[in-house]
């Protein structure tokens, strides 16, 4: 099939960091972009910044935790701007625990929102674009999963699952004209990683030392992923799919 001539995309997580930064890069590219996020408020401005520079943007409240809430989101994003052909799963919760202080109320939490908000969104979206006979998912999964990471075995454990997932995806979808995706970020300049350093919990070095691990020695833009993002949903990479596309800055662990 041919791709859509309007597309609308859905980003989760667009109210901060990287999945701000891709949603203001799809809405640049012309797509119909709903920013979900769990704030509401955060996602409204980033929603209205993105019209006031001439795109079409939508937020939308929605914990992609909650299967019925992202139901009532996808349907606000239809009645709103079409079928839905693009998804980038990006909302993520962090976490950094000894593994025997993770509670397994902790461990329900973690998955719920990374992977299994994924599988939501996915379930969701997938109709809309076997029925276009074109989609894109892109799931933000991360560099952790090359080679885990200390303290982080919920999170990495997470986020190694929407690696097999968008790779199962891709192989049962790419008949329908859907590629699937996942892009494993490097360390990223966002809110997230600022808290994170406050907190002492990328090591005693802070970004500095990190960067210095960095062999392009600067530390990722959320623009960075959103550039990358831009291309997997694009027409062009059609012949791309249920690949690991890392963005890292040349570090893989
Ligand atoms: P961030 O904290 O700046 O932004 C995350 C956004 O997701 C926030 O706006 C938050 O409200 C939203 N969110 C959280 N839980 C949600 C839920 N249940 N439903 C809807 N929205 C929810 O984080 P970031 O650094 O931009 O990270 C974005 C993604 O990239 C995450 O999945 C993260 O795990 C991943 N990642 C980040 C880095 C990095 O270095 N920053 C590295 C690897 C992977």
């Not at 962090?94 to 990374?114: C, K, S």
Request: glycine share 14%; proline share 5%.
């Amino acid at each position: 099939a041919q791709p859509p001539e309007e597309k609308a995309g859905i980003v989760t997580g667009a109210a901060s960091g990287i999945g701000l930064a891709i949603a203001e890069r799809l809405a640049r590219d012309g797509v119909r972009t709903a920013l979900f996020d769990l704030d509401g408020d955060e996602a409204e401005s980033a929603a209205a910044k993105i019209r006031g520079a001439g795109g079409r943007a939508l937020a939308v409240r929605v914990d992609v935790a909650d299967p019925d809430g992202v139901a009532r989101g996808v349907d606000r994003v239809r009645e709103h701007f079409g079928p839905v052909t693009i998804l980038v799963n990006n909302a993520g919760k962090e976490g950094f625990r000894r593994f025997l202080d993770i509670t397994p109320e902790q461990w329900d939490e973690m998955l719920a929102v990374n992977l299994t908000g994924t599988f939501h969104c996915c379930r969701l979206v997938l109709p809309d674009m076997i029925a276009a006979g074109w989609g894109r998912i892109v799931n933000i999964s991360s560099s952790s999963t090359h080679g885990g990471q200390q303290y982080m075995a919920h999170y990495v454990a997470s986020k190694t699952g929407m690696v097999g997932l968008t790779k199962s995806l891709a192989l049962e979808f790419g008949p329908s004209g859907v590629t699937v995706n996942t892009i494993p970020p490097g360390f990223i300049d966002t809110p997230m990683t600022r808290r994170n350093d406050a907190r002492g919990r990328l090591g005693p070095g802070g970004i500095e030392e990190a960067i210095a691990r960095t062999p392009v020695r600067r530390a990722g833009r959320p623009e960075d992923i959103a550039a990358a993002c831009a291309f997997l949903v694009s027409d062009e990479a059609g012949y791309v799919t249920g690949q690991v596309f890392g963005v890292n800055g040349g570090r893989n662990t």
